[in-house]
């Protein structure tokens, strides 16, 4: 079945550096999205982005929907402690009865340094 | 706006017993989600409504595991008889019309 590489599995942050992560398959995939994932909390979407090519912010968050369909990177600039959490990548199918299913990487843990 | 409702929060209970979660998606969204997270496994889709109907539960584990959606406003995923290994996070999302699901606080499951 298909599988969304993310990586790097972990990093941290000190305020003020920019953030790069990224997540690739061997699939392609009709829409990119990217969610926020805090400590006891659900997953927040941040960016959805459904065309090839496309770059996507919202405020300091910046998303590429890759050329090949097939990867999708988040860029976090200038980051604040708040930006601490797990970023789960999740690509869309669109085929058959798959409307709506999204598969889900494993997360990109962003700490603070200490 | 209400985001998803589930409930409860937590829930502790003993192997064998009946466990039912509950989620309460976003009114007007037409698609309804029940995802599980573990850290061994991550977040896995576990079965999908589109207006009511359910549309792939080839993520449900065994057939412990039941999910129902009797109206557009509630849907409930069912554990009986509940294991040890059916400790995690439960979370329900919903969408309009495709990918853009909103999640839950989700409801973390202890089994004993």
């Known amino acids: 079945g298909q599988q969304l590489n993310q990586s790097p599995q972990s990093m941290f942050i000190q305020e003020g550096e920019d953030v790069s992560m990224n997540c690739t398959s061997s699939s392609i995939f009709n829409t990119w999205l990217w969610y926020k994932q805090d400590p006891g909390e659900g997953p927040v979407l941040l960016i959805a982005l459904y065309k090839a090519g496309e770059l996507t912010s919202n405020g300091r968050l910046t998303a590429q929907f890759g050329i090949t369909r097939k990867d999708s990177f988040l860029n976090i600039s200038a980051s604040i402690p708040s930006d601490v959490g797990i970023y789960f990548c999740a690509g869309g199918l669109n085929y058959g009865g798959s409307q709506g299913n999204l598969i889900f990487g494993k997360g990109t843990k962003l700490s603070v340094k200490p | 706006d209400a985001g998803v409702i589930q409930s409860p929060r937590h829930e502790v209970t003993e192997m064998g017993q009946e466990v039912t979660l509950r989620c309460k998606p976003i009114s007007g969204h037409d698609y309804l989600f029940w995802y599980r997270q573990t850290m061994m496994r991550g977040l896995e889709l576990l079965i999908y409504f589109n207006n009511n109907v359910p549309i792939d539960d080839s993520g449900m584990p065994e057939d412990r595991f039941s999910a129902k959606m009797p109206n557009a406003s509630f849907s409930t995923l069912k554990i009986q008889p509940s294991e040890p290994r059916d400790s995690a996070v439960y979370f329900c999302?919903?969408?309009?019309?495709?990918?853009?699901?909103?999640f839950g606080p989700g409801t973390r499951l202890t089994v004993t």
């Open positions: 999302a919903s969408s309009l019309a495709g990918y853009e699901q909103y």
